[in-house]
């Protein structure tokens, strides 16, 4: 390394990084690879040929539909519950100063701070205490829980930027508290929000840790993933279905981080 | 109702309150109320003769955790999670590096979106993904072949204790998986310490006469650490809790997060398993206390 | 004779911030129709006060009543005042027209009538046209008059105006002084303007409190207040002046309490000049002369204290011979001595 031209790397450093960012991005690569691969039982390298019909089988596979719905279902409910809880609890911390502030701000992120493990097992315990039946719903409770928390980091961002003389020129100009959210806070914290929304979709989709504890007998599709890794004749149906989602998780992600460069960038 | 707006507008105390009343409640019940049972159930014991829950204080959990078998568990965790936080740590320093003192802004943009992308893919596939690198068909051996190094990897295989039939059966070839789950991690918080580090001090310190090594020494390394201990807290924790690796890569074997697993299952031992959950708990928390104190925070 | 009528009075106003007392018993009246200024550094209250004003922040004790009325619970977007912001405050996301449209929009205002008083009130700021435009868009200037505007549209009884020209380059802000004191007058509403810049104050006001430390120091007119200063700090904060207290005031006035002597009230004599009967004189030694065109700055050195004395250059140059370091006489008139109180 050459300190005296700062502005030159040396070969090594570039190499290193560019070996750890090629270590860091080709697996996904090798996955959408393998979804193709005629072999139907090993996972021999290079692929002896390439062929679409695991996408055909993939789809006609009721459990991976059900799958499929259930993971949909359970990420869209718990992302509108973390938008309702994450916003509110953004309004609330983002400019008070009160006793026990700090605590509550600590508290709020726990939920993602921790270990999934954690999460699960303490949702699994407090049902075993209140003999509860394992189903959809505490799936979503458990989702929602972390989930919130994307949309909270979004929104207080958001709105600790956010010119708070704007909201005292609103009322100042005789607008209720309601129509200064609705003309001025909402527009001013929409893409975080949408941002926040889309993360939580994501990461409920993909979750399968916390999950595991809380489903019963139903099936989200990472768990379905999970138990097709036992069944070596599945495996190329396997991987199409990890491609579905990669994608799936992918593409909101990108959306979200696409929202919140545009405005940080103005 | 116009009349209640206004009085929360002149009691914000109050309007605080019912803002947070909502997911305050969530929280607490769902969350705090968990982690509380959680605590509690630790504390009950499994009667062996009925199978069933003894709703009675006593350390039998706790006790059984230090049992040989158990305890095992417990070091092996902690050892893979050591090692993963080193090895992530010295791959993750280079690409940082770079990233806070070479690269452009374009070229910045550019990493950093390389370090996310697969942070923002599924982890799940991401994992499985190196179950088929890993495999004794796959990549990684076909590549050992073409370079001739069939013989190296087969004499790890051969290596006790980390070693296994295949490189997507063994504990050598979790390390492999967990340093590259976590390895964003890792580059994240080293990257934000170095970019703190004013340009100004290296120039300084060559001017004063130090040589390159010597002012990474003593400079640049110093400065980085807090990035690099605000890195460890997620690889570390996040590998003491992490069940789905060693059980895709392995046949489940015993990490804290399968053992936890295992007892709240089938075995229906809830409080050792939440025993068990305790231990990354304590030692994270530990952790954290010893992080604040070399100053990771800051870096955070 | 009528009374004015009263557009703001403040009784025993104060705002503590747990153990600080932002503003401490304010007692203020603000006639209608007139231009008043809050002056005073920063942290003094003036801000505080007119945020009281406003309706953003709540009294700790004391009343504010507006044209009669008490406000102190009544919230700003039920107050007949309207503010214009420091940094102007504009909806980002909005454009000018609906950003000086949102007062009539949110009181539901029909369009057309809307568009209209849009157009007049973008004429009377002179930016015709500007509708169309985003914030981010326009220059400090601009934005400043279109915040003007936005206030202005709802004809409030009071405009309250916090240091709207702290932002904008010294030029800038002279012309927007003579801009604003001349819309104040077209439209005869009552402004409260809060600044820190005393010279500011001076020009534009028909009136000026002055903050210190959460109370008012002294209300007047500007002439009252440059030419009968109450305290020492009233005096030493607009324009300059000279405190003459403890063994030299005694010895002038035979008692040891502190006065004030403007810089221009103070001629510089050779040492043997004749002295009038009514007045002081003091022998002294010129420590520095600048020049500054139409004036002529010395600071002179009497008995350890030091006094700065300003002359037009017209009679300082020709009688000039003073070298740095050169004796000299300085020489006033009793009567323009000012008495400080609690100096």
């Known amino acids: 390394m050459r300190f005296s031209d700062m502005h030159r790397a040396g070969i090594g450093l570039k190499g290193a990084t560019a070996a750890v960012l090629i270590f860091l991005n080709f697996p996904i690569f090798v996955i959408i690879l393998y979804a193709f691969t005629t072999e139907e039982a090993s996972f021999r390298f290079p692929p002896p040929g390439l062929t679409t019909r695991w996408f055909g089988v993939l789809l006609n596979r009721t459990d991976f539909w059900d799958a499929l719905g259930l993971s949909l279902q359970v990420a869209l409910t718990a992302t509108f519950a973390a938008i309702i809880l994450g916003t509110l609890i953004a309004a609330a911390l983002y400019r008070s100063n009160f006793f026990g502030k700090e605590v509550i701000s600590l508290f709020v992120i726990l939920p993602i701070a921790l270990p999934g493990i954690v999460t699960g097992i303490a949702l699994r315990s407090a049902i075993g205490v209140l003999d509860l039946q394992l189903s959809t719903w505490t799936i979503i409770i458990g989702h929602a829980t972390f989930c919130m928390v994307t949309v909270y980091n979004n929104v207080v961002a958001r709105l600790r930027r956010m010119q708070h003389s704007q909201v005292e020129a609103s009322m100042d100009l005789g607008a209720t508290p309601i129509q200064t959210f609705r003309y001025v806070i909402f527009p001013n914290i929409a893409t975080a929000l949408l941002a926040g929304a889309f993360l939580a979709f994501a990461l409920s989709f993909d979750e399968i840790i916390v999950t595991t504890f809380t489903a019963g007998q139903q099936d989200t599709l990472p768990i379905w993933i999970f138990s097709q890794l036992t069944r070596p004749r599945d495996r190329p149906v396997t991987n199409v279905a990890a491609v579905f989602v990669i994608g799936i998780t992918l593409i909101p992600i990108l959306l979200a981080y696409r929202y919140t460069r545009d405005v940080s960038e103005n | ?300 | 004779m009528t009374a004015r009528a009263i557009a703001v009075r403040l009784r025993g106003l104060s705002r503590h911030f747990g153990d600080v007392k932002a503003l401490d018993s304010i007692d203020l009246e603000v006639n209608d129709g007139e231009f008043f200024s809050m002056l005073g550094p920063s942290g003094s209250g003036k801000t505080t006060c007119l945020r009281l004003i406003a309706g953003f922040e709540q009294p700790t004790t004391g009343t504010i009543e507006l044209h009669g009325q008490q406000v102190a619970d009544v919230p700003p977007y039920e107050r007949d005042v309207n503010t214009v912001f420091q940094d102007y405050a504009l909806f980002p996301h909005m454009t000018v027209a609906d950003n000086v449209a949102y007062g009539l929009m949110v009181r539901r205002v029909a369009k057309s009538e809307r568009e209209k008083r849009v157009r007049e009130m973008l004429d009377m700021v002179r930016l015709p046209g500007f509708g169309g435009r985003k914030p981010s868009q326009l220059s400090g200037g601009q934005r400043q008059r279109v915040a003007l505007a936005r206030a202005l549209i709802n004809h409030p009884k009071v405009l309250l105006l916090d240091e709207p020209l702290g932002a904008l380059d010294l030029k800038l802000r002279q012309e927007m002084q003579v801009e604003l004191k001349a819309i104040q007058r077209e439209i005869g509403i009552t402004f409260i303007f809060v600044t820190h810049d005393q010279e500011e104050a001076m020009t534009m006001s028909d009136r000026i409190a002055v903050f210190n430390h959460g109370k008012i120091e002294q209300v007047g007119t500007p002439y009252e207040m440059y030419e009968n200063p109450h305290t020492r700090f009233v005096a030493e904060f607009i324009g300059t002046t000279n405190v003459v207290e403890g063994e030299m005031a005694r010895t002038i006035h035979g008692k040891s309490a502190a006065y004030a002597i403007r810089p221009e009230r103070i001629v510089l004599c050779p040492p043997d000049a004749d002295v009038p009967l009514d007045s002081v004189y003091l022998t002294g030694v010129i420590r520095d002369v600048t020049y500054l065109g139409m004036m002529t700055r010395c600071t002179v050195e009497v008995n350890g204290s030091v006094f700065t004395v300003i002359e037009p250059s017209a009679q300082a140059r020709p009688a000039f011979g003073y070298a740095i370091g050169a004796a000299c006489v300085l020489v006033w008139k009793r009567e323009h001595m000012r008495p400080l109180e609690g100096a």
């Open chain 2, 1 to 300: 109702m116009r009349r209640a707006v206004n009085f929360l507008y002149a009691h914000p105390n109050a309007a605080l309150l019912l803002l947070l009343l909502l997911p305050m409640a969530w929280l607490v019940i769902f969350y705090l109320g968990s982690l509380s049972a959680m605590v509690v159930q630790s504390f009950y014991s499994l009667d062996d003769f009925s199978g069933r829950v003894i709703p009675e204080f006593s350390v039998f959990s706790y006790q059984e955790l230090f049992s040989p078998a158990n305890f095992d568990v417990v070091l092996r965790t902690l050892s893979m999670a050591a090692a993963v936080t080193l090895a992530s740590a010295v791959i993750a320093f280079p690409l940082a590096y770079f990233m806070a003192r070479y690269a452009s802004a374009r070229i910045k943009g550019l990493l950093f979106l390389g370090v996310m992308l697969p942070l923002w893919s599924s982890y799940l596939v991401r994992v499985y993904a190196w179950k088929l690198i890993l495999a004794n068909e796959g990549m990684i051996s076909w590549g050992a072949e073409q370079l001739g190094l069939t013989g190296v990897l087969n004499w790890i295989l051969s290596l006790p204790v980390i070693g296994g039939p295949s490189l997507s059966f063994s504990y050598f070839g979790m390390f492999i998986v967990f340093v590259y789950i976590w390895l964003p991690y890792m580059v994240l918080p080293i990257n934000a310490a170095l970019e703190r580090v004013p340009k100004s001090l290296t120039e300084a310190s060559a001017d004063l006469g130090g040589r390159p090594r010597y002012t990474f020494r003593k400079v640049v390394l110093p400065l980085a650490f807090p990035g690099i201990v605000a890195g460890s807290i997620f690889t570390f924790s996040l590998t003491l809790g992490d069940y789905i690796i060693p059980s895709i890569i392995g046949d489940s074997a015993r990490f804290i997060g399968s053992a936890v697993l295992l007892y709240q299952g089938t075995a229906g031992n809830l409080p050792l398993a939440a025993a068990f959950t305790v231990v990354p708990i304590v030692i994270m928390g530990a952790y954290l206390l010893l992080a604040r104190r070399l100053g990771a925070f800051d870096a955070l």
